[in-house]
């Protein structure tokens, strides 16, 4: 059974920096194409980047331009997402999704992804 395990999320005063990573396990096969997305409470689960897991491009959220980068790593089924420069506006859950089998429909719809990492939180002081 695959599993989105994540892990680096924590607090940090305003203008610091965290990396959050999530690997899948429970499979043998890579991930076509995984994403961070974030939740506030009150507010819908938004994509932040998104990234082809064979080295293709990445897709960032306006929000995340130029502050956050993701990379992946086809070899351990893992992808992270580096983030600087961070505001309090960027505190949420962050969730890790993946899919398999093929890229299908909007990379920063919820929807697309069948599967998702448990979220871990990421709170920003100013």
């Known amino acids: 059974q695959v599993q989105l395990v994540e892990s680096g999320g924590g607090s940090v005063q305003a203008g610091g920096s965290l990396r959050l990573s999530c690997v899948a396990t429970g499979t043998i096969y890579r991930a076509s194409y995984m994403a961070w997305f974030r939740q506030s409470p009150g507010q819908e689960r938004q994509g932040v980047a998104g990234i082809y897991t064979n080295g293709g491009s990445a897709l960032y959220a306006d929000s995340a331009k130029g502050r956050f980068s993701i990379s992946a790593d086809d070899a351990k089924n893992a992808v992270t997402l580096q983030m600087h420069s961070l505001k309090p506006e960027d505190t949420a859950i962050y969730y890790c999704?993946?899919?398999?089998?093929?890229?299908?429909?909007?990379?920063?719809?919820?929807?697309?992804?069948?599967?998702w990492g448990q979220g871990t939180q990421v709170t920003v002081a100013s």
């Open positions: 999704a993946a899919q398999w089998g093929g890229v299908d429909g909007d990379r920063f719809s919820p929807t697309s992804y069948p599967h």
